[in-house]
């Protein structure tokens, strides 16, 4: 395929993922949609300031971003860092005192495909409780460990409603970035036993709650946590882009007191 086309079959993609028709795209980047229609058929090759035009105005995503501009014949213009770099230090230490404010409540930073780079010690003590000691050096997909059946389903009173829900989101995940790894992940997830059955039945109806709590139960023990995700403001670096800060917080006074008293005096 050449550059023109790949580059063409990518912006279509992205147009239509956003449901924007040629006329939308074409004012909101402030060119005419008689060059828009021949970038699209791969008329017309792009420079690489119309590419940052177009990614830009259809939000595309830093990685994705670097694709339109090898798919257009131009070297990507986003760096990818490794997280443990010299260079993102400060932005560890940032989300460092991020997790510490969380204590002793559960916060965890993870990568786009859930790969646990960070964790308080109120997520450490969380797991202990659960399944027991993590080894430090251990690589822990929490997708997985969500999902699967040996790790958190066994405590997870409703882990067919927040299995359900969470595997939506990386369908949407994996609907936006478009790469082979999320899409591998979400295979992956689909595999476990008894997760293609619960996709095809509904939820449990009206909520009662305004947001659904992960409601673990352990012997006498039973913790109910709803979670917030965050990101970087202002990223500028693809791994920067993709990082999510999770904090859990207690549904009810009962969770709190156990989390509080499971922290060091």
Do not use: C
């Amino acid at each position: 395929m050449s550059s023109e086309a790949e580059f063409a079959a990518r912006l279509r993609l992205w147009r239509r993922r956003k449901g924007w028709s040629q006329l939308e795209l074409a004012g909101r980047a402030g060119i005419s949609q008689r060059h828009l229609s021949f970038l699209e058929i791969g008329r017309a090759a792009p420079s690489r300031d119309m590419v940052a035009r177009l990614a830009v105005t259809l939000d595309v995503p830093l990685r994705q971003h670097n694709e339109l501009l090898i798919a257009a014949g131009f070297a990507p213009v986003w760096h990818e860092t490794e997280f443990a770099a010299p260079e993102l230090a400060r932005v560890r230490d940032a989300l460092d005192y991020m997790l510490g404010q969380q204590e002793p409540f559960p916060a965890v930073v993870v990568d786009r495909r859930w790969n646990l780079l960070q964790a308080n010690q109120g997520a450490a003590r969380l797991v202990e409780f659960l399944v027991g000691p993590v080894a430090p050096d251990a690589r822990v997909n929490l997708a997985d460990a969500l999902v699967g059946p040996d790790v958190f389903r066994p405590f997870l009173v409703n882990w067919a409603d927040v299995a359900r829900y969470f595997i939506r989101s990386i369908e949407a995940d994996a609907a936006a970035d478009g790469t082979a790894e999320t899409a591998a992940l979400l295979e992956r997830l689909l595999s476990y036993e008894g997760v293609r059955p619960l996709l095809k039945t509904p939820g449990a109806g009206p909520a009662a709650d305004p947001v659904l709590p992960m409601a673990f139960r352990k012997g006498e023990v039973s913790l109910e946590l709803f979670t917030t995700i965050a990101t970087l403001g202002t990223p500028q670096d693809v791994t920067l882009q993709e990082l999510r800060i999770e904090s859990f917080f207690p549904m009810h006074d009962d969770t709190a007191a156990i989390l509080r008293a499971w922290a060091p005096r």
